[in-house]
Every structure is written in C-alpha cells, then in structure tokens.
DNA sequence: TTGTATGCGTTATCAC
DNA sequence: GTGATAACGCATACAA
C-alpha cells in the first residue's frame, strides 16, 4: 500500500476520495507515492466496505436484436456518464432467466437491475420484491416497488395502423406476438390496432391477426410468404417490430408482392437500419435514447436513495418512409 | 447471518462451494436455514476474498452495430457456461477509450479484458502490459503477453474480391476505412483486395479505392452516390463490413443503379440482417460464434492460470447471396 | 467432519 | 489536518 512509501495509512483515502481537509503538501505526497507504486484502488474491498459495486445490470432477451442492441448502447452510455457500469445479462425471453437475474443481483453483484419482462407475468410480481433498485422495461403488469420504462404500445401502434389507413389500406394485416394470458406487448399493440380500425371504419377481421412465437426475421419472412400464398387479402401491414417487418419485406419480395404499390408495411422501433433497406422502411419511434436514459436516471436516483420508483411512458412519433408511400 | 439460524459458523462456505466433507445432515440442516433466512452470499466479500470478481469486460467500439452486437451476443452466451458476467464498455472506436478500459480493469473491477482495438496502435503496446488477462479482438499488432483472437482478414477479402471476378466484374471498388499508419482492418482487407486483383489479372485501380473516415450505413450510402454521381466506372463493389454494404445498396438505389446487374455488391462480417435484404446480401462468414468461443476460452483459461497468450485465426466462407448473382 | 482464528483493502468514526 | 481502530462478509489454513 501506499501507506509504506507515502506516510500515511488512510490519509490515503482522503485524497483518493477527494475529501476536503487535507493538506496540499501531503496530497502531494500521496500522489506521488501512488504514481511511483502504480498504485491501483482495489475494488473489491471498496465494494464490501460501501456496500455497493458501481455496476447495474442490464436483462434482455438477446442483446443482438437491433433494438436492444441500441437500447443497450444508450443505456450504457447513460451510465457511463454517472460512473456506472454495465453488466449484460441475455434471457432468451423465458421467465426462468428473468428470474435468475433477479437472483443475481439480490446477491449485491449489482447496485441495480433494469430488466426486460417478456416471460414473465403478473403472476410473478412477489419475485419483484427484491432489496435494490429494479426498472422494468415494459409495462406497469406488476404493483411491485418497481420503476417502469415503457413504449407507447397502444397509442404507438394506433398510430402505424392510422396511418396506412390515411394512405388508402383497407384490409390491413398485423404481424404480432403468441396469444397469451399476460398483458404485453403484443396484445397491447393489437389492442391499438384494433382502436385504428374502429377509428377509421375499418372491419376487424381475425383472419388478418397473425400471431408467430419468434418474433425473428426468419418466422416474419415465412408467415408472410405463408400468407401470400395462402391467397390472404391484404393491403396493408404492421409489424410488431421492425426486425420482423425486414423478414415481412423478404417474404413480401419472395412472394413477388410489390412495396408499397401492392402492400404497404410499417414496423415500430425505429432501428437504424430501417432508413437504408429497399424500400426504407416506416416506423414508430419510440425514443429509445429517452427511454434508456430515464431508465438510468430512475435507477441511479434509487440507488441513491431518493424517491421512489417512477413511471416513464416514452412520446412517440410516426416516421414516414418509402414502405408507406403513395 | 445463517449461522445463528442453522448451527455451524462457516460449515456454510463449505456448503456453498460444495465441499465434498461436509455430512448430509448438516449440509441439510444449512440449506434449509439458508432457504429460510433468504440468505445471499455478499459477492463483494467473496471477491474480496478470492482477488477474483467473475467479471469479464468487453470493449468494443459500439455495442450497437450489428457485427458487435451479434459478438457480443455470442461472448456472454459463452461466458455465462462459465459462470461469468460480461460488462460492456463502449470505446467510440477512439484510442483514450481504449486505454481508459484497459485502466479499468487495472482495477480488479474485472477479472479480464476482451478488447477491440481500433483506435490504439502498435506505438501503445506497451500499455498493454497489465497484470491481468487480455484478449485482443483484431490483429496480431502487439507484441505484448496477450491474446489475439483474429478474422481471416486478407484472406477473407481475398476470397470476397475473387468472388466478384467469378461473377464477371472486371471494374471493382472497394469501400474502405481511412488510411492509417497503423496495420489495420482496412489495410489488411485492401490487401487482400489487390492480392485478388492481381490473381484475376485485373489492374489495380486507385480510384476505386474509397476511403471513409466513419463505417457507417450513412456514410456508405452517401459516398456511393457520390460515385455514381461522379461517373465513377464500376461493375463490382467490396464493402469492408456488411454494414457498411447495406448504406452501400441503398446508395446504388438511390443512384438508380440495379444490382446484381448493374453491380455486384459483397460485404464482409456476415450479420443476420443480410440474408433479409432485398437483394440479400452475400458476404464473407468469419464464423464469430467461433471467434467469441476462442476469445472467452482463452481469456478464462488464463484468468485460471493454464497457459500463455495465444492466437487464434478463424476460418472462414463466402456465402453468394442474390447481390452477386448472375 | 466441523469449528476457530486471521486477513483480504477499504472507509466511517472518532480521537488526537 | 491526520491517525488509530474497527468492521464490511467471506474463505483459507489449521486445530479440534
């Protein structure tokens, strides 16, 4: 330690930390001492002396979807700017990882968790009980003292449908989620879905619901293809995401379905890809970099002990591209 | 802690890690006074203890371009078999970040470091000489004691740019980084472009060679409409990454200019995006499930002490999609 | 097979 | 303005 070669033992960590009654000719001398010893703080003993780590974590289901990707680059980025760490956990979208994660940081690897709900239901809301901060990003499904990070699902989604009805479909197609008993995001962008329609006089037809269980590029590409040859009649379509409207545009260009002439489509997310595929593609934006910043900032305001956990619903905007085009 | 509760002081560490010696009716009893209690092992304590945080960093230029995203994707997966985290930090490709990461771990805020180098040089090898492992992501550039996990990048763009010549193109472009003076990505894969040339018996054309300060979609977009706009004669273009390639096939569109048959498009990096393009992308597969596997593998054999730094080369394919067809 | 003692490196508290 | 002391919770070594 420092102790030895400067002269003091914990004066040390005065300087180190900052504090402010310490003498100018002494800091000096700590400070060379540690330039001359390559002096490096341990972490670890910090971290049990403070009771924290510096290091939140990040649960989605796979960090290489285009959307999480962004939102963990944002994320990350938002933390660095507090001096927090970013440890990446992938849940494959099941609820026995959700909650793994859980347990992780219950064991104090992580002053706090922001952790993508897709498995998991209400039902699960008492697992939410843990000692330190958690953001979920999603829904209000659970009362728990949790912080909540949403999309606009519903009005977001009202939106997209609203448009394509504004640019002439009539018989408007979604591409959405597997049923399920939870509240989520499938069903509440079909919940906005639903609301477009009615808004614009436009008959709801189940048969132009069509539900996958991945939502990949692959199984979008294949249901749509599935459809056209199924000799389904649709105008119109909206992606639960973008990452599966670039599989629907495949399928569409497999099938020989023109965009936007024969069929319009429009996804939501916003990803950065969607402004440089052929035909660009239309979206909803959902501020993400908002979402991961706010995400952080709920977060680090726990971690720190003030105020409790917030709600965040993101604004939204309708990006207009060539896949809607007249 | 569960040592009031069940019986035994420090039976409990033994119960954690498994020791073999303990009797099946303590272990028992612990369990359940550890159920009971909801008790959690303090990380910070055992790390504190051991020297060792089960922390991996990742550093990587931008977590959010797809060729990271899909790496790192793949090095948690990889990681997590072997019970470790992953924290990511994002460099911005700049040669600070990257020295600033390599602090970081200096730190013992994690156990080893996997770095994409970028914007170091070989000038700043001696950097590299930290008391923990390091595995580099890039080529064989420093002579220091750590690993290098490497695409086959002359070859690779050696076989990309042959590919072009089979398919007929007689005029090929290449869409590159800046020049540098450091040996990297960008020099390599031009190599590998001239190497190609010279086996097809085409001549080496500097004007084809574009040289891009960023890789990004937009950039790529814009300078190969610049091309077309500047009568720039090509047939064939060699994107250095595929994301590169997908603003490079928006710009063709853009310019009018059809491909396959006008131009033949190949990237290099193989993203899951490619396959959905329209036209889909073909490109070079440096298998970086593989390279991530090695990557972790040799990092945490060297965390556990066996063995020196090595290097691993990964091999590779072309992969013809419809932007090269016929 | 189980318990006891000790120390990992840091910082909060309080005395000097 | 600086130093001594103690404690954070766990795991190693050794004693019982």
Tied chains: 1, 2.
């Excluded at 060379?32 to 924290?52: E, H, K, P, T």
């Excluded at 609203?162 to 989620?177: P, S, V």
């Excluded at 989520?184 to 709801?204: F, I, K």
């Excluded at 069509?210 to 105008?235: K, P």
Aim: aromatic fraction near 4%; proline fraction near 4%.
């Amino acid at each position: 330690m420092a102790r030895a070669a400067g002269v003091s033992p914990m004066t040390v960590s005065n300087v180190i930390n900052g504090h402010p009654h310490v003498r100018e000719a002494t800091r000096a001398r700590v400070l060379a001492a540690m330039a001359d010893l390559d002096y490096r703080v341990n972490v670890a003993a910090r971290n049990l002396r403070r009771g924290r780590t510096g290091v939140i974590g990040l649960a989605v289901p796979e960090i290489h979807r285009p959307y999480f990707a962004q939102f963990a680059s944002a994320v990350i980025d938002a933390a660095q700017r507090r001096d927090l760490r970013v440890s990446v956990e992938q849940t494959g979208a099941t609820r026995e990882s959700e909650l793994a994660v859980l347990g992780l940081s219950r064991n104090r690897e992580y002053d706090g968790l922001i952790l993508s709900t897709v498995g998991m239901g209400a039902a699960d809301a008492e697992r939410l009980r843990v000692p330190y901060p958690v953001v979920i990003l999603g829904e209000r499904i659970f009362n728990g003292p949790v912080g909540h990070v949403a999309m606009p699902n519903v009005d977001g989604a009202r939106a997209a449908v609203r448009h394509l009805a504004d640019r002439g479909c009539r018989r408007i197609a979604m591409l959405t989620g597997a049923e399920t008993a939870e509240v989520n995001v499938s069903q509440l962008r079909l919940t906005g879905y639903r609301l477009a329609l009615e808004s614009a006089g436009l008959p709801y037809d189940p048969a132009l619901v069509q539900r996958m269980d991945a939502m990949s590029m692959e199984a979008a590409a294949g249901r749509v293809r599935a459809m056209v040859a199924g000799g389904l009649d649709f105008d119109g379509l909206f992606c639960l995401t973008d990452t599966a409207a670039i599989g629907a545009l495949r399928g569409l260009a497999d099938a020989g379905v023109r965009v936007p002439s024969q069929v319009k489509v429009i996804g939501f997310d916003n990803i950065d890809e969607g402004r440089f595929l052929v035909p660009s593609l239309s979206t909803v934006d959902p501020d993400h970099a908002a979402m991961a910043e706010r995400a952080v900032a709920l977060l680090s305001r726990r971690i720190d002990g003030d105020g409790g956990p917030e709600e965040f619903v993101s604004g939204f905007s309708v990006i207009a591209r060539e896949s809607t085009a007249h």
